[in-house]
């Protein structure tokens, strides 16, 4: 084939996912459809993260950035996904099952597969669509950042850790075959709490790829055979303060630019660092995240002026999930059971005024009503449900539970949401 043939084929504007943005935009990516959730009920919004307020004040102008002007992805397609996932890994995902144990939420296990598909998976492909077309923006204005993605947990064939496609390996790979000529190696810093094993999976054995990784060591994922894949491997403690965390980003920040000397970044921003977050168990205080950010651009854009990318890669590991547990609609809209058909209002009501910005709502049906008295039914047997009554509502995996009559009152529903 000729080269220019082949030039045509590879250019960025046969990607759909390569959109072009107005001047008056910023390379900030979002969308409503990133938000996982059911009945529409979820409330997450991008401007409540502390990621969010970091950044802007990095650029220092705030009243600049308006919804308008936030840029839309589009949603990543199964060709789209294909050039990195297997057909195999792909395939799994339609059953709710695999995708319950991918994202470790295990009530998707038993939602049907279109609401798994519509509801959960479908905002990750928005994210991941987001997350490739940062990859363009960000050689065009020198960085950009998707507020969502970074599921540094997937690979080509295989999910977990609540991510179901490896996006960034899907970005550096489209940069590699779109933007050949400019982009040929790419430098990933990734300073969420934990490994990002998915992607140091997919480029075990690639040069042009530079990991930097700093990590919790003490939780998960453990992935001693991904950890080959890293060549600037920060592996640090619990409760690692400010003062240790941001000496050890500044001294292997600056070692893998000069030893690697990309022409690209990738930034992983997990904010699963700060003190506090029951996952992460770092003791990094918001300041620190602050300071933490400003060090990568001013390192990588300032000094350097490298295009960089930024995901937020907020998953639902750092969420609050919240399931209510109801008898199934007939084909008249209604449950048959009268307790959860008085509580919708009232819970309604609730999730509307008082749902925490990082929590996230579903409703699992249990099924009929000779199902639910069966006393062999899953959710009264499961070691994880142990339902006696419906409705019930649940934060999942502490033990803040009301069940029936207390679900009749907004106000105590309001208290299983506040903050402990
Ligand atoms: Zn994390």
Redesign the pocket.
Known sequence: MALSTLNELNSPSKNHLYKDIGLDQWPIIYCANYNIGFLGMEKLHPFDSSKWRSVVRFLRDAQMITNATIVQPNEATKEDLLTVHTRRYLSSLKWSINVARVLEVAPIAVLPSFLVQRKVLRPLRYQTGGTILAGKLALERGWAINIGGGFHHCSSDRGGGFCAYADLTLLIKNLFTYYSDRVKKVLIVDL???QGNGYEHDFLNDDRVFIMDMYNRQIYPHDHEAKSAIKCKVELTNHTNDKTYLRLLHINLEKSLNEFRPDFVVYNA?T?ILEGDPL?NLNITPEGVVVRDEIVFSKCIRDKQLPIVMCT?DGI?HKRIFVLFSGSKGKDGHSWCPDCVAAEKPIEEAVKSSLPSNGVFIECFVGDRASWKDTNCPFRTDSQTRLTDIPTLVEWGTPKRLVERELLDTETIKILFEED
Do not use: M
């Open positions: 969420d709490a934990h997990g699963d992460g890669s590991e």
